[in-house]
Nanobody, 115 residues
């Protein structure tokens, strides 16, 4: 059973930056593809960025050029570097680890972009 714990969220002004982390325990992160999702109040959870076991990334159009997803398998950690943050980036951010047989979710970390 893999446990995922996100951290790094907080309050930031528009145009600012944050770095989210997702630390895995109970399993080797290298075995899993990973996805960052976010959910704003009253909205559905949507994919932000994905990184497969080879390190290939894909992004939602709304964050391309501003967010960077990476992984450090040696540290069992997934990252999301967020820059040029906008008000509409405010949401709870979740990480997900998955294979074709398993899916695990973290508990989320709040990101609030406000002036």
């Amino acid at each position: 059973q893999v446990q995922l714990v996100e951290s790094g969220g907080g309050l930031v002004q528009p145009g600012g930056s944050l770095r989210l982390s997702c630390v895995a325990s109970g399993g080797a992160l290298s075995m899993y593809s990973m996805t960052w999702y976010r959910q704003a109040p009253g909205k559905e959870r949507t994919m932000v960025a994905d990184i497969d076991t080879y390190g290939t990334t894909s992004y939602d159009d709304s964050v391309k050029g501003r967010f960077t997803c990476s992984r450090d398998n040696a540290k069992n950690t997934l990252f999301l570097e967020m820059s040029s943050l906008k008000l509409e980036d405010t949401a709870v951010y979740y990480c997900k680890a998955y294979t074709w047989q398993e899916i695990y979710w973290g508990q989320g970390t709040q990101v609030t972009v406000s002036s």
